[in-house]
Each structure stands twice: as structure tokens, then as C-alpha cells.
């Protein structure tokens, strides 16, 4: 059974765009862990483009599954993630002018320590690169936790061929990332078409996924958004 961390980042992103209070993020979160979500995810961005400070604190107090904070490698970052105690704090890339996160995390031996310090603080650690061979090598030597491989990739190809080869690259990181014994996350661009592939895998255990089950309950509901993906990734 793989688990899906659902990504209500888009939700704050409707209440930014009026800077006012509606959609409550926390009310999504809510459904969407009544609905099957085995975790709520968000990425505190150091712009706060549309999480708030405020969210990451009632979120923590409020949710009854696991919280998975995305965020840049940064002090900042680190210092507020210590004091919240999210259950997993995702590393990512980030730029201030990117519409969305564009690929994986740089990693390097450099991120050892802040890796260390969330660590000790009681947090696991998965951090979010491409599915090449020699980072996840990198990500064995920190010892993290997790891995969650960027899918972006995968998601914005047309061609067949381009897909089959992208998915073998995948299910190759896959199976490192196992053998090394972190867990084996995917996300970034997956929909209810595109997930299927994934999931004949067969060794992904977690996906976590926003923009696609935010987009689908504009028509149909969160809840019924988010219990269509759950059934999805366990097909």
C-alpha cells in the first residue's frame, strides 16, 4: 500500500491571491485526511507566496496524520523547522522567481550538517532530487531518511519512447534508494493519467501530489478528489 501526501500549497494560493482569509487551508486539510491522505504537505516558501508562518503552527497543532514541510536549505528554514517539529521536513530547491519547484535539489556533502541538526531535533529528513544514480549515492553518504524523486520530467513528456525511457531511469533511482534503505518517495506534475505508470512500478511508497487533486476539486469536491487519488496509487 503506497501512501499519498496530498500538497495543499494551491489552496493558500487562492487566499493570497485576495490576501484574505478563505480558503482556510486547515478545513482542506481536514478533508483531505477524511478522505484517505496519509500526510499533508507544504512548502514555506521564503517569499510565503502562499503558505504563511501561520498555517505551518495551526497545521502542526491540528492535523491528525503526518505533516511534511518542504523548504529550502536554508538557517531560516532550519531554525523555524526545529521549532515546529514537522514529522518530515522535505528539502527542495528553491527560486524566488519560478512559478513552481523546476527540478531537483543540488545535492552535496555541504548539506551534511542542517541535515545532522534536523535530525538530532527528532525530524526525518528526505530530500527531493532527479533520479540520477550518482545523487542518490550523495543521499546514502548523508544517511537521510527519504528520497522523493522529482517527477517533473516524467510528467511534461509526450513522446512513448522518451516516457519508457524517463520511467526505467526512474525505477533504476528506485531501486538504489531501497537497497540503501531510505524510503522511496515520488512527486512533482503527477495527475490521475499520468500516475498509473508509476504505480506498475511497484516499489514507490509515497507520492505526494497538489496541483492535480486541488485542480480536480474545483469540479468535483476535495473529498472526492483526494479519495479518487488514494485508490489510484494503490491500483
Known amino acids: 500500500m503506497a501512501d499519498l501526501g496530498v500538497n495543499i500549497d494551491h489552496v493558500a494560493t487562492l487566499r493570497q491571491a485576495r490576501e484574505g482569509i478563505k480558503p482556510e487551508p486547515l478545513y482542506a486539510a481536514a478533508i483531505a ?9 507544504i ?21 491528525q496524520t503526518k505533516l511534511n514541510l518542504e523548504m529550502a536549505a536554508t538557517k531560516e528554514m532550519i531554525s523555524i523547522a ?15 522567481e519560478e512559478l513552481t519547484t523546476e527540478g531537483g535539489l543540488k545535492l552535496s556533502l555541504n548539506h551534511e550538517d ?11 529528513v528526505s530530500v527531493f532530487i532527479e533520479p540520477d544514480l550518482d545523487i542518490v549515492k550523495i543521499a546514502d553518504k548523508l544517511r537521510v531518511d527519504a528520497v522523493e524523486i522529482h517527477t517533473g520530467h516524467y510528467a511534461n513528456l509526450k513522446n ?34 499520468n ?33 479518487t487519488m488514494k485508490e489510484y496509487v494503490n491500483f
Open 33 to 41: 485526511e477524511q478522505n484517505g491522505a496519509d500526510q499533508i504537505t
Open 43 to 63: 512548502h514555506l516558501r521564503e517569499d510565503r507566496r502562499h503558505i504563511q508562518l501561520r498555517d505551518l503552527k495551526l497545521l502542526r497543532k491540528t492535523i
Open 82 to 96: 526545529k521549532s515546529i517539529k514537522p514529522d518530515t521536513v522535505t528539502l527542495v530547491p528553491e527560486k524566488r
Open 114 to 124: 542542517m541535515i545532522k541538526e534536523l535530525q538530532e531535533a527528532g525530524i526525518e
Open 160 to 193: 512513448n519512447k522518451e516516457i519508457e525511457e524517463e520511467l526505467k531511469r526512474i525505477k533504476k533511482a528506485a531501486k538504489l534508494i531501497k537497497t540503501a534503505g531510505m524510503r522511496v518517495v515520488a512527486g512533482h506534475g503527477l495527475d490521475y493519467f
Open 195 to 227: 500516475i498509473h505508470k508509476l504505480v506498475k512500478l511497484d516499489i514507490i511508497e509515497e507520492y505526494n501530489i497538489g496541483h492535480s487533486i486541488i485542480s480536480r476539486a474545483v469540479f468535483t469536491g476535495l473529498a472526492e478528489a483526494v479519495l
